[in-house]
Nanobody
Framework: QVQLVESGGGLVQAGGSLRLSCAASRRTLSRYAMGWFRQAPGKEREFVAAISWSGVSTYYAGSVKGRFTISRDNAKNTVALQMLSLKPEDTAVYYC?????????????????????WGQGTQVTVSP
């Protein structure tokens, strides 16, 4: 069974930074599209960032563009989300997601149902 495990969450002051990591077991991530989503209290889960299998193509939600960077290390079977200039509105549980294939068009990356496997999430809390 595929397992995705997120790490790196925590409490940080506004303006600070965090780096989230997602590691996979029983699965080689290198051939698949990967994404990060988040869910704030009382809100629906939303797209944050995604990356193609090769790492060449990356996609971001407008609210994080320019502050967050998604990357992958296929040799280490990990995907990371570097978060800079964090804001209180970034507070949420962050989830790593993996597809069973790569995506052929940009629009697919943004849709939750495009992904087949999900981690348990890691809490990110940004204080004012």
């Amino acid at each position: 069974q595929v397992q995705l495990v997120e790490s790196g969450g925590g409490l940080v002051q506004a303006g600070g930074s965090l780096r989230l990591s997602c590691a996979a077991s029983r699965r080689t991530l290198s051939r698949y599209a990967m994404g990060w989503f988040r869910q704030a209290p009382g809100k629906e889960r939303e797209f944050v960032a995604a990356i193609s299998w090769s790492g060449v193509s990356t996609y971001y939600a407008g609210s994080v563009k320019g502050r967050f960077t998604i990357s992958r290390d296929n040799a280490k079977n990990t995907v990371a989300l570097q978060m800079l200039s964090l804001k209180p509105e970034d507070t949420a549980v962050y989830y790593c997601a993996s597809a069973d294939h790569d995506f052929i068009s940009e629009s697919i990356y943004y849709i939750q149902s495009s992904y087949d496997y999900w981690g348990q999430g890691t809490q990110v809390t940004v204080s004012p």
